[in-house]
């Protein structure tokens, strides 16, 4: 089976399947089309297959032009009919893994995929899991899911393994094409052949480890570090505002040592699809294994409470106008998880806007990038635009999202009150009316 696979890889024959076309699946999914691998994608949603189909691009990390073209070279297509799960040779896995109500794991998307490509698997085929989730997923759910509901044998009959995804959306230097990859999988045999076709289709460096469960901490790891990192940051920032010290001009000062120190920024607290989940992922793993996770939880708890305090610093600054919360106009900028993108996913920016409501504030926002959302079953419907009389109809202004392509210095002019979260007005020599977290 590996010298036949290894063949197919180098004869550029494999035929590729990406179960889910979002942020991750999707990418994932041209990038092996433009290698030259007949690629089918799969999803659930009926729009997304359709969208694909017609060559209409909704990521913004896809280029448009790229995806039209495979769609009609036929590189590359989309269902959500599984039944053609039989006629591929690798498979990736890219479904989302949310918490449920009770921040714990949840994996329904990923057993529930898998339930559907045990109803097809071929023997010869490639599993491979991107989706982050907890060390232990791949060999202890996925792996005995596959063998019972097909009959085959992991590691003789099919090779499974673990390769996290490493997505950054907006990121202008690193895409899913030239990101180093970290490759796990069960048998030496699974690990160099699945690492072969990464390393096919990818202009990055191919990393292997010694087993799935290596590979899915190591993406844990990733987004802890972020966490605890941001965490420090963030009660940094919160122990500066009471000693009257500028945070950002101390961590400025700070990343001028060549050595020895990484910068991290505080913010509204923490959005995306990785860094907020994951410590949970890990938290709720350790348990299994008696161990509490105290450095970990501490940072989330300061992560998970910035919202809050956030609308708390807010109010401060509007009783010092004589202003109550309850009642006053606020206009919340940017609602995207990071500048200059319109993903929303676990964005701090909601939980601001909620607060602000749950407070009695008017609460509008205005995203360049977003112009309406729905969370938790409600819709959210922003501002088209804004201009000098929209910004001085507000009694505060809340920087949440540090998009580029806001006019700072009109908003400085004509605002009543500015609370930036971000840092976003760095550059706005006049500071009367600004305060930053």
């Not at 809340?398 to 007005?425: G, L, P, S």
Request: glycine content about 8%; proline content about 5%; aromatic content about 8%.
């Amino acid at each position: 089976m590996k010298n036949n696979l290894l063949q197919k890889i180098r004869e550029k024959t494999i035929r590729v399947g990406v179960v889910g076309l979002g942020y991750v699946g999707l990418p994932l999914a041209v990038e092996k089309a433009k290698a030259g691998f007949k690629t089918i994608g799969f999803d659930v949603q009926a729009e997304k297959v359709s969208m694909v189909n017609r060559g209409e691009n909704y990521i913004g990390d896809v280029v448009d032009k790229d995806l039209k073209d495979l769609v009609q070279n036929q590189m590359l297509s989309a269902t959500t009919d599984f039944c053609f799960v039989k006629d591929v040779d690798f498979i990736a896995i890219c479904v989302p893994t949310p918490l449920d109500t009770h921040q714990q794991p949840d994996i329904s998307y990923v057993k529930s995929s898998v339930k559907e490509i045990s109803k097809y698997l071929q023997k010869g085929t490639m599993v491979v899991l991107e989706s982050t989730t907890y060390p232990g997923t791949t060999e202890e759910l996925i792996q005995p899911i596959l063998e019972e509901g097909t009959g085959l044998k992991c590691g003789v009959d099919f090779y499974l393994g673990f390769s996290p995804e490493r997505v950054d959306p907006g990121n202008l230097i690193y895409k899913t094409k030239n990101t180093p990859k970290v490759v796990g999988a069960i048998g030496p045999d699974a690990t160099e052949v699945i690492a072969e076709m990464y390393r096919t289709v990818l202009e990055s460096d191919i990393h292997t480890v010694s087993s799935p469960a290596v590979a899915e901490m190591e993406k844990i790891l990733e987004n802890t570090y972020r966490n605890i990192n941001i965490g420090l940051a963030n009660e940094m920032a919160i122990l500066c505002d009471k000693m009257d010290i500028n945070y950002w001009e101390v961590v400025d000062a700070a990343k001028t040592k060549p050595y020895g120190f990484q910068a991290f920024y505080p913010g509204p607290g923490l959005g995306g699809h990785c860094i907020p989940l994951d410590p949970y992922y890990l938290s709720w793993k350790a348990r299994e294994f008696g161990f509490h996770t105290s450095m970990i939880e501490s940072s989330m708890m300061v992560n998970d409470k910035m919202p809050e305090y956030c609308v708390e610093r807010a109010s401060k600054i509007l009783n010092r106008d004589k202003k109550a919360l309850n009642g006053s106009k606020v206009l919340v900028l940017g609602v995207a998880y990071k500048q200059d993108i319109d993903d929303y996913r676990e964005s701090p920016a909601i939980d601001v806007i909620n607060i602000l409501k749950a407070s009695g504030a008017e609460t509008d926002f205005y995203d360049p990038f977003i112009k309406a959302f729905k969370s938790d079953g409600k819709f959210y419907s922003g501002l088209d635009n804004i201009d000098p009389e929209v910004i001085a109809g507000y009694d505060l202004v809340m920087i949440t999202t540090a998009h580029t392509t806001v006019d700072y210095e009109m908003v400085q002019k004509n605002a009543k009150a500015i609370f930036d979260t971000k840092n976003a007005m760095k550059g706005i020599a006049d500071r009367t009316n600004i305060e930053v977290l």
